[in-house]
């Protein structure tokens, strides 16, 4: 609720400065939140508000980046003359069993290019995810440890004081 206030707020300020561009509207975004975060030094639902956007738009942009890196991997294995790859299906055992926040980590997962996630085993918790090339296994659960990780600390980032993911 207070992100769509923040949303409205900025738009109508922009608006009343005659900056109804994309970059007057980022500027006055930008601006509030300032204000917000400040504010949040007295206030603690606008802190933990501003924290929530902080990791939000650090997911969003770590996720963005991902979804490059994993698209130029998946264009080289293409097209490249030989194709070297050794897809498996990789058992990942989540940190959280809420069937929602698992929800939302296999839709990430099948957004990112050469991931697709398969199914949830609510007993044993355990997400199976098949992936495209699992030469270097590794790499692929260092990526969905990091992804759950920001993830969690976005979600998380909102609640009450000393929670931590």
Not at 12 to 38: I, K, M, Q, T, V
Not at 113 to 129: M, R, V
Request: glycine share 8%.
């Amino acid at each position: 609720m207070l992100f769509l206030i923040h949303l409205l707020a900025s738009a109508g300020l922009a608006w009343r400065l005659d900056a109804g561009h994309l970059g007057g509207g980022l500027l006055a975004f930008a601006s509030l939140y300032l204000l917000a975060h400040l504010l949040g030094l007295a206030i603690p639902r606008l802190r933990r508000y501003s924290r929530s956007l902080e990791h939000g738009v650090s997911f969003c942009l770590w996720f963005i980046a991902q979804v490059f890196l994993a698209t130029y991997h998946v264009a080289t294995l293409v097209l490249a003359r030989r194709v070297e790859v050794k897809p498996a299906i990789l058992a990942y055992p989540v940190t959280r069993r809420d069937l929602n926040k698992v929800t939302l980590l296999g839709t990430l997962l099948t957004l990112t290019p050469g991931t697709l996630a398969l199914d949830y085993d609510e007993e044993q918790g355990l997400l199976y995810i098949h992936a495209l090339d699992a030469r270097r296994r590794e790499d692929v659960t260092d990526t969905l440890v990091e992804l759950e990780r920001r993830l969690l600390a976005w979600l998380d980032a909102g609640n009450a004081e000393g929670v931590t993911p």
